[in-house]
C-alpha cells in the first residue's frame, strides 16, 4: 500500500508560480508511473501531467505545455509539480496519483491506484 501526501499548495497572484510535491511512503517509488491530476469545482478531475517510472518521460495537458514541468526524485521517493505563469483557470485542488503502467493518452484516472488527499492551488487575477 503506497501512501502520498502533497505539499506546496496555496493561493497565489495570475502570473505567479508554485511549486507542488508528493511525497510516496510504502511502496516501491521507482516501479510505478506517476501523475498530476486537478478538479475545479463543478467540474470533473483532468490529467494536468505525468512522468514515467524508468524513462522519465513526461506527458502534459495542453492547457499547462510551457507552464508547469513535472519531476521526479527517486533517492527522494517524490515526485514535483512546477507551475509558472499561473492563470486563474489553473485554480482546483490538485492530486497526484501513482500507476502501474499507463498506456493510454491521455492518461486516464482509472490507470491509477492510489491517490494523495489533494492540495488546493488559488490563482487570484
Known amino acids: 500500500q503506497v501512501q502520498l501526501v502533497e505539499s506546496g499548495g496555496g493561493l497565489v497572484q495570475a502570473g505567479g508560480s508554485l511549486r507542488l510535491s508528493c511525497a510516496a511512503s510504502?511502496?516501491?517509488?521507482?516501479?510505478?508511473?506517476m501523475g498530476w491530476f486537478r478538479q475545479a469545482p463543478g467540474k470533473e478531475r483532468e490529467f494536468v501531467a505525468g512522468?514515467?517510472?524508468?524513462?522519465?518521460?513526461?506527458s502534459y495537458a495542453d492547457s499547462v505545455k510551457g507552464r508547469f514541468t513535472v519531476s521526479r526524485d527517486n533517492a527522494k521517493n517524490t515526485v514535483y509539480l512546477q507551475m509558472n505563469s499561473l492563470k486563474p483557470e489553473d485554480t482546483a485542488v490538485y492530486y497526484c496519483?501513482?500507476?502501474?503502467?499507463?498506456?493510454?493518452?491521455?492518461?486516464?484516472?482509472?490507470?491509477?491506484?492510489?491517490w494523495g488527499q489533494g492540495t488546493q492551488v488559488t490563482v487570484s487575477s
Open positions: 496519483a501513482a500507476s502501474w503502467g499507463v498506456t493510454r493518452r491521455p492518461p486516464q484516472e482509472w490507470e491509477y491506484v492510489y
Open positions: 510504502g511502496g516501491t517509488f521507482i516501479y510505478y508511473d
Open positions: 512522468i514515467r517510472r524508468s524513462s522519465g518521460t513526461t
